[in-house]
């Protein structure tokens, strides 16, 4: 069976074209007349027998009735409003539904309807689906390296801060994050039971950042959480509208968290002998501030250009070979799809990134010359391992920057002509001979880098599951 409501129109329609009434009609079918209006509203299904009865009565077929077509224009506006009424995104709103009867003019139907379809569009338009995601992704990493990745003014304020917690040098404690945050009015309170939806929550009546225990003790994840936390207070975000201000305020509270982490003057002073020296090693940089090697690595980026004048670019890569996070401004052409996002796009199976795997001793940073159309450039890469996969860090500067860097004598050196495909995606010719027509693969989905975000609340946090997290443990205050 169809749909009840059309169903309904369609009884009603050819009761009211027969001239009778909900009366009439149930006395011949033996049905009392209100329930004979249930039907109509589409609010009961009609036995089988009942509907013969009732299309007899009425001098039509069951057919008739049963078609789908509404009966009228105004009809069919009825059933969309009915329809639109029962939406999941029209329950949400906690309105009444307005029943379509015959004192509801025309004009206030139709009206209600268009706001509806307006609604809906809407909402649609909101989720951001994984291309959108992607080209607000591309479009920042653009402004970034227009900006050499430097935000003097996140550097000022993060620099502040940490001053005022009284850090001297070195990586930054747990303690002294605990008196920045109490500078700002809050205190950090690590508990196991955080909503799932959410990084960390504050908890801005009772002064209380709420976060997660470490998984690692001591690990600088948790300093670097809770600094995040504090940026969104810091930096004044408001609730973002747009996947694109999405991004841009976790690029901006990453960026304030790692300046806390490796503040500006000491960062700078330090990698600045590195390059007196000529030893300029990331892996130093990341144990003299106590952070991990992908986030020195990316703190280095930041520096570079605007005070080491150094050209470079940044690759966090997957075992599978695909690009996870990318930056350059030294020329290296990143892999890209057609709108020119980089990331899930594979790397060069000959560029360090992807070279750095194939070791055995992977304790220390792997040096290469990489020959590329652009150029050749030095390669510095760490691999590590992240929740059941491996990953590989990658620092890289144009051939004539080596000169400052630590592992500059590798004698470690590949050429690669990707894009081409013959430089390291075509299978050769033997290969080719061997197997080529003789295998089927059945290939495995690739996991989502950007996944759409939920529909619902922007940008898919779970409100109630933090209101109650925060009820439970603003009692224990
Ligand atoms: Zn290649």
Redo the contacts with the bound molecule.
Sequence with gaps: MGDLVTLGQRIRHFRQEAGLTLDQVGEQVGTAASQLSLIENGRREPRVTLLGDIAKALGVTVPDLLDETPPSPRAALEIELDRLQRSALYARLGLPAVRPGRTLGDDVLEALVGLHRELVDRERRSIATPEEARRANTELRHRMREKNNYLPELEELAEDLVRSSGHVSGAITHREVGLMAKRLGFELVYVNDLPRSARSVTDLENGRIYLPPASIPGGHGLRSMALQAMAHRMLGHEVPETYADFLHQRLEINYFAAACLMPLTQSVAFLQQAKNDRNIAVEDFRDAFGVTHEAAALRFTNLATSHLDLQLHFLRVGDDGAVYKAYENDGLRLPVDVTGSTEGQPV????SARVAFTRTNRTTEFYQYTDTPEGTFWESTQTGTGTGSEFSITVGVPFAQAKWFRGRETTQRQA???P?PA???LPDNELTGRWGGKVWTSARLHAHILSPLPSGTFPGVDDQEVYRFLEQHASDA
């Design positions: 060069c199976r000959k560029w690669s002509t990707c081409d430089c390291c995606t």
